[in-house]
């Protein structure tokens, strides 16, 4: 058993390729000390993988990643170490998913408008049932050959902007952060180089924030050694992980950053104290 960690991982529950049970044999074979699921918006890949771990396992971490909006910006957020039975938190997590299909909903309608003859149904095959993003309506607008790629969907109809975009409905920054300290857990700033989210700090740091993620695949060394410091001089939690989706290149393989488990203790011994 190795003493490294992965703290970004998704499931086909929200957009990542592997089902649960595809996802705990591939972290089997990394041999890592311990992993979160941080879907996005949703726990049901969380729950599902509990419900498979067997002795010798690497130790599942409670995670998820919130869509938060500020300033136009959608700043993600991850939650660790929060009880995930926690009533307050699921219903929140409920009503979030309801509006997401509600704006998936109101998506189709515009394609229909625009004669792309698509049905809400056939965006929910592909989403399992759960959280459903724009990756989902993509597929299906592709799926129906309204497009020659998935990408050219985004380009040409649901890409920001575009017109048949209709913006989330996310969270608040305090809404989030107080949410994650209820259910008992710590709140994490996620890939703060990506769109340099991390000139939210501050504001962040202002409303509660415990921590932010140091080690992401986007991260260059140079960003590493910054938000280190950053992480130091404002008395942070640093969390990493590879944010491993299996799809569209999208970041790294799963183990793939070596995060310290020592960074899991601080993590812990934070929650802790919270619920202390
Ligand atoms: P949502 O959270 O439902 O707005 O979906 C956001 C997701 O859509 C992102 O995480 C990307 O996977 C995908 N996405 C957004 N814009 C583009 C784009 N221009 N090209 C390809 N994928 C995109
Ligand atoms: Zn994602
Ligand atoms: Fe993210
Ligand atoms: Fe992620």
Known sequence: MDNRIDLHIHTNFSDGLLSPEQLIEAVRQKKLAAFAITDHDTLKGYQAI??????GDPKLV????????FDQDDVHVLAYCFDPDHEAFNQALRDFQKNRNQR?????????????QITFEQVEEGA???VIGRPHVAEAITRAGAVPTYESAFARYIGDGKPAYVPKANFSPTEAIDLIHQAGGVAILAHPIIENRIRHLEMLVDLGLDGIEVFHPFHSR???DRLKHLADRHRLLVSGGSDYHGREGRFGDIGSQKVPLECLEKIETAAQRRRE
Do not use: F, Y
């Not at 998936?104 to 792309?116: I, S, T, Y």
């Open 50 to 55: 509990r419900v498979l771990l067997v002795e």
């Open 62 to 69: 409670s995670g998820v990643e919130l869509s938060v909006s």
């Open 104 to 116: 998936a909903r109101r998506m189709v309608e515009k394609l229909n408008d625009m004669g792309v």
């Open 128 to 130: 399992v049932g759960t």
């Open 222 to 224: 140079a960003d590493v």
